[in-house]
């Protein structure tokens, strides 16, 4: 098995390919130890001293490190992890609830809510995917949409930037009554 790593735009970020669905649909977010208990590998993950974010997507592994630590010391640790959770073929999450998609399961959403999921997922979704992280619709209130930043996309630098001046600017300039994006936690 050979797998893969790509830098991020967050330093603190790695993303891991193992060459093979991760979770084939949706994504998982887990922020600490205690979070991770529905995933095998993220528990597994979350052992390795310096990991404090583990963020789970279709093909893709992302890693959240302390600043304490240095990749070159964590890399063959999350590796090894990595190799020997998808050679022992086991499962990566023992559970399909709670993917991080609840606030777009929604039945009863409006025209612009709609709108604005459907953008997401078809244009800002897929490229943040590429660089190991997500954004998530989480409202739409008064003009303004509330999307959460998860995996690289969550801490990384340029964020705001994305957040502000990329998904904003697309957003205002298809949905007239979108006024605002802002992240939440």
């Known amino acids: 098995m050979f797998i893969q790593t ?43 001293d310096g990991v404090v974010g583990i963020f789970l997507g279709a093909d893709f592994v992302t890693i959240t490190k302390t600043d304490a630590k240095e990749w070159f010391l964590l890399k063959p640790s999350i590796l090894g ?53 997500d954004i998530t619709f989480q409202g739409f209130e008064k003009g303004v949409v509330y999307l959460a930043m998860k995996g690289s996309c969550s801490g990384c630098p340029s964020s705001t930037a994305t957040l502000k001046h990329g998904i904003e600017n697309m957003l205002r300039h298809y949905i007239p009554e979108v006024l605002e994006v802002r992240a939440v936690q």
């Open 6 to 48: 790509e830098q991020t735009p967050n330093p603190a970020t790695l993303k891991f390919l193992p060459g093979r669905d991760v979770l084939g649909r949706g994504t998982a977010d887990f922020t600490d130890a205690a979070d991770a208990a529905r995933s095998p590998l993220a528990q597994r993950l979350f052992e390795i």
């Open 81 to 133: 992890v990595i190799m020997e959770h998808f050679t022992a073929d086991r499962p990566v999450l023992l559970s399909d609830a709670g993917d991080g998609h609840a606030a777009s399961a929604n039945g009863d959403d409006d025209e612009i809510v709609e709108q604005i999921k459907e953008l997401l997922d078809t244009r800002v979704r897929p490229s943040v995917a590429q660089d190991g992280g």
